[in-house]
């Protein structure tokens, strides 16, 4: 299909000097921002709820016809009433703000970042493991605890976040909902732990240890012509 969007305007009543396409030039515009207002938050600039559970809906479909998984990272901010009541929800948004540029820095540009609602925050991963997953929240976690939001009087905040990982996966029955709210689980389960940290399920991550321990050790038999096979 092709991309109209960057086309010039044409005369509704095909004149060459036409005296509404700086009008409709406007309204184009116009339409576009609008467009772009409905799926976005307004504090932080991330994809709103309403374009977030579009999106995931649709990345498990994708699942369900290719096969690749798709992972759901649930992010929220630690201690975040602590800020707003000693700081004042001024700077509560501003710890939101950069939250979001945080998250936006660390994802890829096939993620899809989302304000879930609150000081929560939700990443689409297409096509993405365990493994991979990890991966993204652990660098966002970094950076967060590594960025400082500096205030009044050069004073300076240290936040920190806590992580849930739940993947979908090709031949998985549950749905959307189900999916968030097992993400949320593994969430308050590192909240529960600590906080400021990834947690995620352990079935996969064993299997796939296992799996990568059983080919190093072929590797290595082959190496040595399986001298440590016949020893044994």
Same mark, same amino acid.
């Given at each position: 299909? +092709?991309?109209?969007?960057? /086309?010039?305007? @044409?005369?509704?009543?095909?004149?060459?000097?036409?005296?509404?396409?700086?009008?409709?030039?406007? @309204?184009? &515009?116009?339409? #576009?921002?609008?467009?772009?207002?409905?799926?976005?938050?307004?504090?932080? $600039?991330?994809?709103?709820?309403?374009? %977030?559970? *579009?999106?995931?809906? &649709?990345? =498990?479909?994708? +699942?369900?016809?290719?096969?690749?998984? +798709?992972?759901?990272?649930?992010?929220?901010?630690?201690?975040?009433?602590?800020?707003?009541? &000693?700081? $004042?929800?001024?700077?509560?948004?501003?710890? @939101?703000?950069?939250?979001?540029?945080?998250? /936006?820095?660390?994802? /890829?540009?096939?993620?899809?970042?989302?304000?879930? !609602? $609150?000081?929560?925050?939700?990443?689409?991963?297409?096509?993405?493991?365990?493994? *991979?997953?990890?991966?993204?929240?652990?660098?966002?976690?970094?950076?967060?605890?590594?960025?400082?939001? %500096?205030?009044?009087?050069?004073?300076?905040?240290?936040?920190?976040? #806590?992580? !849930?990982?739940?993947?979908? /996966?090709?031949?998985? #029955?549950?749905?959307?909902?189900?999916?968030?709210?097992?993400?949320?689980?593994? =969430?308050?389960?590192?909240?529960?732990? $600590?906080?400021? &940290?990834?947690?995620?399920? +352990?079935?996969?991550?064993?299997?796939?240890?296992?799996?990568? #321990?059983?080919?190093?050790?072929?590797?290595?038999?082959?190496?040595? !012509?399986?001298? *440590?096979?016949?020893?044994?």
């Amino acid at each position: 299909m +092709t991309d109209r969007s960057d /086309r010039k305007p @044409l005369c509704p009543v095909e004149h060459d000097q036409c005296e509404y396409l700086s009008e409709l030039v406007e @309204l184009r &515009q116009q339409v #576009s921002q609008l467009a772009e207002l409905v799926h976005t938050d307004t504090l932080t $600039g991330l994809n709103n709820f309403r374009f %977030f559970i *579009q999106a995931l809906e &649709q990345e =498990l479909e994708r +699942t369900r016809r290719t096969g690749y998984s +798709t992972a759901l990272v649930m992010m929220d901010l630690d201690h975040f009433k602590q800020v707003n009541d &000693q700081w $004042g929800h001024e700077v509560g948004n501003k710890a @939101l703000v950069l939250a979001a540029q945080l998250i /936006r820095a660390g994802v /890829r540009k096939m993620d899809i970042p989302c304000r879930y !609602g $609150g000081e929560e925050f939700a990443i689409i991963l297409p096509s993405t493991d365990l493994r *991979q997953s990890i991966q993204v929240a652990e660098r966002i976690r970094e950076m967060l605890e590594n960025s400082p939001l %500096f205030i009044q009087d050069a004073q300076e905040i240290n936040l920190t976040a #806590s992580f !849930g990982i739940e993947l979908f /996966r090709f031949g998985d #029955s549950s749905d959307a909902k189900q999916l968030v709210r097992k993400a949320d689980q593994l =969430l308050y389960e590192a909240k529960a732990s $600590g906080r400021n &940290q990834v947690c995620f399920g +352990t079935q996969e991550q064993d299997a796939s240890a296992a799996a990568v #321990s059983e080919e190093e050790k072929d590797t290595l038999f082959s190496l040595f !012509g399986g001298q *440590q096979a016949d020893e044994e």
